[in-house]
């Protein structure tokens, strides 16, 4: 296995249009990112859910798959699935957290995602952020959108476990959707788990990857 991520991480980025994207597309890995490196400051992005009873899942949720970070969580109150007539709104919210941040890695959504929030929200991404490595997170959902990731974070069984529990603990809004269970979460990450040679694990899509080869 070759490691071409950045070696620092400490500063991530975090983005999603609701409340509970980053965790189910990202959070084993922002688990893994904040165990490893204490201190890591995580600047989190949600565009819809400010002000209601999912902002306050998602303060607890990102604390816990965030343990010892520096976490800054931001929730706007963007109209769920109306982001394409709020571009501008998305837009400059995501300039204003660019100049606060200057992260070595951004999760966001992937530009293949049926959900046209979703969708906008990764097509906004490269345009405020040029040179910056985005690692594009995949959501389980009725949509049939899932594609072919390029990247994967391999998951130790308790990390993966741990992912399940805390969507489970923290997002009770949810649990009545019939794709938000224990099965659909673990079992996509046995998938890809597979693909990649391991147990469990997290994929993302990339549209741009720099590497040294010479090392440094």
Request: glycine share 10%; charged share 25%; with cysteine.
């Amino acid at each position: 296995m070759i490691g071409l991520l950045p070696a620092r991480r400490d500063e991530v980025v975090a983005l999603g249009a609701h409340c509970d994207d980053i965790a189910i597309g990202a959070g084993a890995s922002l688990h893994t990112i904040c165990r490893s490196r204490p201190g890591v400051r995580v600047h989190a992005l949600v565009l819809s859910g400010g002000g209601t009873a999912r902002e306050e899942e998602e303060r607890a949720a990102l604390a816990a798959f965030c343990p010892g970070a520096d976490l800054r969580l931001t929730v706007l109150k963007l109209p769920d699935g109306r982001l394409p007539a709020h571009w501008d709104e998305a837009k400059n919210a995501l300039e204003d957290l660019r100049a606060q941040a200057s992260p070595d890695l951004i999760f966001a959504p992937w530009t293949g995602d049926a959900h046209q929030d979703h969708r906008g929200l990764a097509q906004l991404v490269p345009t405020v952020w040029r040179d910056h490595l985005t690692l594009g997170y995949e959501i389980v959902k009725w949509d049939g959108d899932l594609g072919r990731p390029a990247v994967y974070q391999p998951l130790d069984d308790e990390v993966a476990e741990t992912k399940v529990r805390l969507l489970q603990e923290h997002y009770p809004s949810q649990r009545h959707r019939p794709w938000y269970d224990r099965e659909a979460f673990l079992g996509l990450a046995r998938i890809r788990g597979i693909e990649c040679g391991a147990r469990y694990a997290e994929a993302f899509h990339v549209n741009k990857l720099t590497i040294d080869l010479a090392g440094g």
